[in-house]
């Protein structure tokens, strides 16, 4: 028997988007930074397998775990906050979970008993929640949705049921809710807060501690109202007022010692985090020396979320390097000949990843302008994919160059579809261009060799490989590696026969990769590829 470990349920009341990502990912920072081994879990209770085949616009980015699967994106938060990779059961949605009870039904596991949401559905929630938390000290829980939703309460009857088999030196609730500030009135008001905390007593459960979000402080007496109406401890209403960075978070929680309650509630001694490197990188993030521009020529821009690791990434480098990183939005679509003099005062150029054809002329002349201009340019996944079909138009003078992906007819794919393929797991896959989406991407972490002497391998200090994200389907063709290469095109990573990398000779800094490195990048370790773009970009400046 393994130690027993503990859980802490972060629910959320009164409305979606009040940053229980953010709350979670601060609290298990606070608790690894006291020294101990935490874990962390994402419950999804929407019907989808995974966010693999949402919308953008429908779910914002979809973070890619390095064992390969498509996540929702506050994974990415937890890996940046707790500078540590996670793995697939880190996230599950209520279609798993369903799956697997009908799977197991169908294989007659439960012995001709009709299956129910009590006990079966919420029996699976609780094996899988436990199975995440083994072999860690804490395992915070963040329950997707708000309280009060239809879909969140075998959730909520799985976080009682754990309490009541473990007991409560065990299992803590915490509630984040809003207090919300009412201009007429000049006041902020408990009452949502008070409705959320009975909504959870109704069905048996009674948070400890209430972490209020709030755009204003609150006095002592409105902290002792909510305790007393919500039947907390004085000293367990934490407020989280907003921040001017989310890596303030932990700090400002520290400040509000939200640490007492959780060690008290756990009959744990007092708990010490050491938080002064986090605290100087906050500090560098919020008054940075110097600054730098960055032009992100993107399609979903109303949507920023989708590039969420992306934008952490570039303020992961930005704090290292004790400058901030100005992201210029730039909108492919509307990147024609004529506007083109929006790129003139930018320090670097940034093409993100993406699917689909809209754009991607725009995004063409944003490369052409970064190479002939100099610029310090990074191309990912689909931006190293256009990079080469620029200089394949522009410099090998292969007016058709273009990927499989936007014209599966083209006579001159310089990017393609590998129909035949071996997944991470040694499987072997078939895609072709109308094989369903789900699944059928190569995901997750891959080895690159880097070419000796190239920016590249620069950028990792040296390093004879390294190890990367994808999520893509198309690759580059290798039928024109030599012509590309002949014209001043490096091949700079490769993994198993694949291009992974490309940079031009003739160029300060022009690196594109065929990989995500944004998923790799954490505050107190950002990834060596953004962190040479920005530095680049700097000296670009100078
Ligand atoms: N659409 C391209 C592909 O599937 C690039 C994907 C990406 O940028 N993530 O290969």
């Known amino acids: 028997m393994g130690k027993q470990t503990r859980y802490i349920f972060v629910t959320g009341g009164v409305l979606s988007s009040l940053g229980k990502g953010i709350t979670s990912s601060s609290i298990a920072t606070l608790l690894k930074h006291s020294g101990f081994e935490v874990s962390i879990l994402k419950i999804d209770p929407y019907i989808n397998l995974d966010p693999g085949t949402m919308s953008p616009l429908e779910h914002g980015e979809v973070f890619v775990t390095q064992d390969g699967a498509e996540t929702d994106l506050d994974i990415g938060h937890y890996e940046r906050f707790l500078n540590k990779s996670l793995e697939k059961k880190n996230n599950f949605t209520t279609g798993q979970v369903y799956l697997s009870v009908i799977e197991k039904e ?319 797991s040694g499987c072997q896959q078939i895609r072709t261009h109308t094989s369903p989406l789900g699944g059928t991407m190569r995901l997750g972490e891959y080895p690159c060799i880097l070419k000796a002497n190239s920016k590249l391998q620069k950028a990792y200090h040296g390093a004879n490989s390294a190890k990367e994200r994808h999520r893509h389907r198309y690759e580059a063709n290798p039928k024109y590696r030599e012509m590309l290469e002949s014209a001043g095109m490096i091949i700079s990573g490769e993994s198993e026969g694949l291009i992974e990398a490309v940079e031009l000779r003739d160029h300060p800094w022009f690196v594109a990769v065929q990989f995500h490195p944004e998923f790799t990048s954490r505050l107190q370790n950002p990834n060596p590829i953004i962190l040479e773009f920005v530095h680049q970009s700097l000296k670009q400046r100078c």
């Open 106 to 424: 169908r294989r007659g596991e439960y012995l001709g008993k009709t299956i129910q949401i009590v006990p079966h559905i919420v029996d699976e929630i609780k094996q899988r929640i436990k199975s995440v938390g083994e072999g860690s000290d804490f395992l915070v829980i963040e329950l997707g949705g708000t309280v009060g939703d239809m879909e969140g309460m075998p959730y909520l009857e799985a976080m009682r049921e754990m309490k009541h088999e473990l007991g409560n030196d065990y299992v803590l609730s915490i509630h984040v809710t809003l207090v919300p500030y009412i201009k007429t009135a000049e006041e902020l008001k408990t009452k949502p807060t008070q409705h959320s905390v009975q909504e959870l007593r109704r069905i048996g459960i009674n948070p400890q501690i209430i972490v209020a979000r709030s755009e204003k402080p609150l006095s002592k007496d409105l902290k002792r109202k909510i305790a007393l109406s919500c039947d907390v401890a004085d000293n367990s209403v934490i407020v989280a007022q907003d921040a001017q960075s989310i890596y303030q978070v932990p700090l400002n929680f520290l400040q509000e010692d939200i640490l007492t309650p959780i060690a008290r509630h756990f009959s744990l001694p007092e708990f010490k985090p050491d938080m002064q490197e986090w605290n100087l990188l906050v500090k560098k993030i919020i008054s940075p020396k110097t600054s730098v521009t960055i032009g992100f020529v993107g399609k979903y821009l109303s949507l920023k979320e989708s590039y969420k690791s992306l934008t952490e990434a570039l303020i992961h480098a930005g704090a290292n390097l004790d400058a901030k990183v100005n992201i210029k939005w730039i909108d492919s679509e509307m990147l024609d000949q004529n506007s083109l003099s929006i790129l003139k005062d930018l320090d670097g150029i940034l093409i993100p990843g993406g699917f689909g054809e809209r754009g991607i002329e725009g995004k063409i002349r944003a490369i052409q302008y970064a190479r002939e201009n100099h610029i310090p340019f990074l191309g990912i996944c689909l931006g190293m994919q256009l990079s080469i079909i620029e200089f394949a138009r522009n410099v090998l003078g292969i007016a058709d160059a273009t990927s499989s992906e936007f014209d599966p007819q083209t006579n001159s794919p310089l990017i393609y579809m590998i129909e035949d393929f071996i997944d991470q």
